[in-house]
């Protein structure tokens, strides 16, 4: 698993899906200020390594939680991820919105949805978790048996360990922020001086910068 940590923490790099600048922070859309910034749909543009993420959450879900039946993607970043991982296992796929549609038919879940069956829910980031956990409750609340949740990289909050295992919703990821940062200052990405400002932003990262 380790190896496969780096590997995908390589690609990420490579591609500029993750991005690091300690001394030039990013603005999220939560006003939080960050020394990283996240764009997984850069992968889709790399047959090779949209491959790898796609075989590995294959690989992922058989060895961890067995076959489900349906695989449902969160959206928007993991629809059509979730969609090649569903395509690779010949099985139906869905997808959450984050809120239900305000027109038509209000849906909140798209596709088909499998009442009393398992799922997978596949998703591309996860920082504190509440708008992937918000998924896993709608497909709860349809009556969908959620076997837990696959994810390309986590930061690794800790509120986001918490509020999984208050959901009770098992959580596996192809990298993390730990094997990213390692990764990156074997590949001089990064300085060694860099290292303190990245690991003092995860431990408080509501108030890094302010």
């Known amino acids: 698993m380790e190896n496969l940590e780096k590997k995908i923490a390589q690609s990420l790099l490579q591609i500029k899906a993750i991005k690091l600048q ?16 996240c764009d997984n749909r850069k992968t889709l543009s790399y047959p090779e390594i949209r491959n790898e993420i796609r075989d590995s959450f294959v690989k992922t879900i058989n060895e961890k939680y ?31 919105r984050p ?5 038509g038919l209000g849906n909140m879940i798209e596709g088909e949805i ?12 996860i920082s504190t978790g509440t708008s992937s956990l918000k998924a896993v409750e709608a497909l709860r609340n349809a ?19 918490q509020n999984f295992n208050e959901a009770n919703v098992k959580l596996n990821t192809l990298s993390n922020y730990e094997v990213l940062v390692k990764t990156a200052l074997e ?20 108030s890094w910068g302010i």
């Open 143 to 161: 009556d969908v048996d959620v076997l837990g949740m696959l994810a390309i990289f986590t930061y690794g909050f800790q509120n986001a360990e």
């Open 99 to 103: 809120k239900p549609k305000e027109h």
């Open 187 to 206: 590949s001089n990405y990064i300085k060694e001086s860099d290292l303190e400002t990245l690991k003092n932003w995860r431990k408080t990262p509501e």
């Open 22 to 37: 300690p001394a030039n922070p990013f603005t999220w859309a939560s006003g939080w200020k960050s020394p990283i910034y």
């Open 114 to 125: 499998p009442m009393g069956k398992k799922a997978v829910v596949i998703e591309d980031l």
């Open 66 to 96: 067995g076959r489900p039946d349906v695989i449902a993607g969160v959206a928007t970043g993991a629809i059509a991820i979730g969609a090649l991982v569903a395509d690779a296992m010949n099985l139906p796929f869905i997808y959450v």
